[in-house]
């Protein structure tokens, strides 16, 4: 009898011919994972087998965390030829719990000499006579007891769910504008999760926001790699750009042209790290700079798709997907973030593009700005 952990991966299952490459990818993330409390974890039957656990729990949680990854079940393995001991085990599954159960079970060797009707009939039976607390309930049973005879028998009572989505990697990669704030960390989330490796870009405006600032980002980064099985961070020097834009442009229009430049420069890292798109933690109407018209003016400067998976959630949405995945109590941190140093007091919020564009003209070297922000960037490995 050996003790596992068995993986079930969701969408992976639609792929047609593609799906030992998207098999594979995810073996390598759920290994990597998992690689502080098991060595021994392979691809067995359209799932991900794990052995030899030296913390059943934490290795649990790693799993759960790994994007492809639709359920996981702490499970047992064992001979199936002495069907009484195999009973025996599912009894011992029942332990703890109390209601009603009842026994699926699958049978894949078609030789094996009970069915699924009569494993399920006879496992219940053999329950119920030693546990007559508990009751059968075959419509809406308190547990499930699975048992499937395959090659060996494997038993489990509880399926975790994972977060479901693909493996990171299987889609690209993208760049994530991480603020210190609560939607850009759920944006990252989003599009990780259908496959995507991020690389975090985070503007910094020291000596106007501190080195704590800076950790608590480092600190979301850090959690995001949970997720991502890593990240890779640009801080960059966004100080300069910042007082420039706060010289020679017109007060009311400060705050579009900074985001514009964040949008170039991201593209510039974005690029340099072969990354296809941009992502933003912008909801519509939310500040001045994210009405439509705003939006606009932004996406005007990107030479890349800029997604922004949060575009239509209310801020109570968002927040309960930042609690959801553990970003929320970091985002909510009260330091200081680059954009409440420079913010006027009247932002348009139905900016033209044209007019935009000749308030930058005020400022000289751009570009020569820009190129410095990317080569001065501190990075950071996570
Ligand atoms: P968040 O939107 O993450 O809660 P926020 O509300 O402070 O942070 P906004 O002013 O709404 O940020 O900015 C919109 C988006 O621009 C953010 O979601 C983020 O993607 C990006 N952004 C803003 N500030 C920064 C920054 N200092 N570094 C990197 N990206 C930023
Ligand atoms: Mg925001």
New binding site residues.
Partial sequence: MRELLMVRYGEIYLKGLNRPYFQNLLLARVKSAVKAYSSNVRLHDSRIYIYDMADKTACLEAVQQVFGVHSVCPAVEMEKGDFEKVCEQGLQLMEGLSGSFKVIARRADKLYPLDSPQIGAEMGGYILSRRPDLKVDVRKPDHELNVEIRDLAYLYSRVYPGPGGMPVGSNGKAA??????????V?GYMIAKRGVALVG?????FPYTGERSKEK?VQLGRILAGYCGGLKLYVVP?TDIQMRIHESCPEDHTTLIM?RF?MRIAEKIARKEQAQAL????SIG??A??TMNALACTDAVAGMPVFRPVIGFDKIEIISCAQKIGTYET?SLPYE???TVFTPRHPVTQPKLDKVEKAEMNLANAEALIETAVNDSEIIEI
């Fill in positions: 994530l504008l991480l603020s210190g704030g609560i939607d850009s960390p944006a870009i985070h503007f910094y405006s980002v966004f985001r964040m992502i933003t933690g912008e939310q500040v700079s994210q985002s973030d680059c954009c």
